[in-house]
T-cell receptor
């Protein structure tokens, strides 16, 4: 089977830095990605890591360690608009296909 | 405008009445997928398709059917809906399954209630 774990809630203040961790167990692995979802909206893509290391996209960075089955999303200079749910997702190779498995999501609250 | 569209956006139906939720993308993507989202469970993949006429089960395929006769369309069919299929459904597409990038573009969602 495949499963992902991430914290259910994180709270931080404007301007701060927050890290959302994700650990996974999968049969076959292509990469780890992160999505943001605001209340009432659809998920939107943030980042994707196929190889170990850090990927930076503006205020957001994502890290992957394949040997540890672990990744994190780093959000810097937090803004109120960053209040949303964040999902990690693994692109796996179950049954020789390419299936996506999402974590349960982390709800980030940014306080003024 | 590049987008994934779903219809209907909202649907209330009764147990056993067959329904279809349509999904269409205009980005010429090979990979398309259906998810359901329930509180506390994140998104769970129902079915996916890596190309025309190729479909595979995701984590929760029971009670659902899909077809991929054209590259742009990927309808979700509930032959005999039951109340436990009440959920928020998302369709998504991406250029590939992940060999190059994992950027999935999601539709706006369909909120389904089965009474």
């Amino acid at each position: 089977g495949q499963s992902l774990e991430q914290p259910s809630e994180v709270t931080a203040v404007e301007g701060a830095i927050v890290q959302i961790n994700c650990t996974y167990q999968t049969s076959g692995f292509y990469g780890l990605s992160w999505y943001q979802q605001h209340d009432g909206g659809a998920p939107t893509f943030l980042s994707y890591n196929a190889l170990d290391g850090l990927e930076e996209t503006g205020r957001f960075s994502s890290f992957l360690s394949r040997s540890d089955s672990y990744g994190y999303l780093l959000l810097q200079e937090l803004q109120m608009k960053d209040s949303a749910s964040y999902f990690c997702a693994v692109l796996g190779a179950e049954n020789y296909g390419q299936n996506f498995v999402f974590g349960p999501g982390t709800r980030l609250s940014v306080l003024p | 405008e590049a987008q994934v569209t779903q219809n209907p956006r909202y649907l209330i139906t009764v147990t056993g009445k067959k329904l279809t939720v349509t999904c269409s993308q205009n980005m010429n993507h090979e990979y398309m997928s259906w998810y359901r989202q329930d509180p506390g469970l994140g998104l769970r993949q129902i079915y996916y398709s890596m190309n025309v006429e190729v479909t595979d089960k995701g984590d929760v395929p029971e009670g659902y059917k899909v077809s991929r006769k054209e590259k742009r369309n990927f309808p979700l069919i509930l032959e005999s809906p039951s109340p436990n299929q009440t959920s928020l459904y998302f369709c998504a597409s991406s250029f590939s399954g992940g060999f190059y990038t994992d950027t999935q573009y999601f539709g706006p969602g369909t909120r389904l209630t089965v009474l």
